[in-house]
Each structure stands twice: as structure tokens, then as C-alpha cells.
């Protein structure tokens, strides 16, 4: 089957920096979504992956490894605002996207 | 774990032509389906709100008139585009969540590309 694993949840400081993981098995590989979700709204799009590596956005970098099926969001510089639900999800090979659960992200001051 | 199914899965029609999709809940109750409509590599943009047996709450800028919403059972909610155009193909997601509270967690859907030629 197909499946994306990430952590339930995740606390971290104010100005730190915060590595969310997710492992994923899927039929077939389009691509990797990185979204964020704050309660109550739309999640919004923080990155995409096709090729292996690290992709860097400001505050915010993504990598993927194909081969090995992971990929981490890397959040640096903390703010109290990144406190959400960061959602990975994976294009699979029919271009149906697959959800993770979502990781629920604390951040404290 | 909470699996949220989409049918079809893609669907290509003329133009004009109406199209339903379906976004079922399988192994919980869903309050509450959300259906958003996503371009590719943007963020995902909510069309509409719907709560199991009253009308759905669209967003600003939807028309509700060509986005037919039913959920007539928590399981169950569909989209319907009515009269569909070129300009309306797009990727369709549908969310799921028990509505017990307001962050309370959505399930997504693997979505429906529509196509309308």
C-alpha cells in the first residue's frame, strides 16, 4: 500500500531551527509537496521536489532523496507565526496525491 | 488511520457538459467536507465549506451556481460543475474532518484532475 509517515507533532523555540521529516512508499513518484496549515485555513504551498537535493526559500528549505524516500522541511529563525500543521504530501505515479497526517508544529518563546 | 477516497480519480469532458465528483470518508464520520481547487504548485484555494445537511458556505469569488455542492450524508459529499469550460480544468481536492472543533484535523483527498477540452 501506499503510505507517508511524519512526526504527530513537534515543539521548538523561538529562533531555533526545526527539521520535520517524511518517509514515504508510494506507487510511483511525481514529485513532493510541502504545505503549510494554519487552524481553520487553506493549507498554503511551501515547496515542491522532483530532484534529489535541497531546495532553499528563505527561512524555509526542503529536501528529498529519492532513493531512500525522504524528505524533510527545514524551518530556520523561528517565529511564533510558524506555529502549524506542516503537511507533506507525494504525487504518485497515477498524479493522485498522497497526504501524510500532517505534523502539528509548537512553537514557544 | 482516517482514509479519504475521491471519485473519479481524473475525468476529461467537452465543453458544456456537467461533471460530478465525489469525496467519501470511509472509515469516519465527516461533519464537515471542505473542497479546494488547486493549480500546479500553488497553494491550495478553498471553493467551499460543507456541513452534513444544510447548504455549503462558498467562498468569495465562487459561484455557487456553477460549483453544486451536496453532503447529504457524512460520509458523502460531491461537486458538481455544471456547464464546465476550459477555464475550470483543474486539479479538485476534498477534506474531510469530525467538525468537533475548529482546528480539529483534515483528511485529504488524493484528488480529481478534470480536464475540459
Known amino acids: 500500500g501506499q503510505n507517508i509517515d511524519q512526526p504527530t507533532e513537534m515543539t521548538a523555540t523561538e529562533g531555533a531551527i526545526v527539521q520535520i521529516n517524511c518517509t514515504y512508499q508510494?506507487?510511483?513518484?511525481?514529485?513532493l509537496f510541502w504545505y503549510q496549515q494554519h487552524a481553520g485555513e487553506a493549507p498554503t504551498f511551501l515547496s515542491y521536489n522532483v530532484l534529489d537535493g535541497l531546495e532553499e526559500k528563505g527561512r524555509f528549505s526542503s529536501f528529498l532523496s529519492r532513493s531512500k524516500g525522504y524528505s524533510y522541511l527545514l524551518l530556520k529563525e523561528l517565529q511564533m507565526k510558524d506555529s502549524a500543521s506542516y503537511l507533506c504530501a507525494v504525487l504518485d505515479s497515477n498524479y493522485q496525491l498522497i497526504w501524510g497526517a500532517g505534523t502539528k508544529l509548537i512553537i514557544k518563546p | 488511520g482516517a482514509v479519504v477516497s475521491q471519485h473519479p480519480s481524473w475525468v476529461i469532458c467537452k465543453s458544456g457538459t456537467s461533471v460530478k465528483i465525489e469525496c467519501r470518508s470511509l472509515d469516519f464520520q465527516a461533519t464537515t467536507m471542505f473542497w479546494y481547487r488547486q493549480f500546479p504548485k500553488q497553494s491550495l484555494m478553498l471553493m467551499a465549506t460543507s456541513n452534513e445537511g444544510s447548504k455549503a458556505t462558498y467562498e468569495q469569488g465562487v459561484e455557487k451556481d456553477k460549483f453544486l455542492i451536496n453532503h447529504a450524508s457524512l460520509t458523502l459529499s460531491t461537486l458538481t460543475v455544471t456547464s464546465a469550460h476550459p477555464e475550470d480544468s483543474s486539479f479538485y481536492i476534498c477534506?474531510?474532518?469530525?467538525?468537533?472543533?475548529?482546528?480539529?484535523?483534515?483528511?485529504f483527498g488524493p484528488g480529481t484532475r478534470l480536464t475540459v477540452l
Open positions: 477534506s474531510a474532518s469530525t467538525g468537533l472543533a475548529d482546528t480539529d484535523t483534515q483528511y
Open positions: 508510494t506507487s510511483g513518484f511525481n514529485g
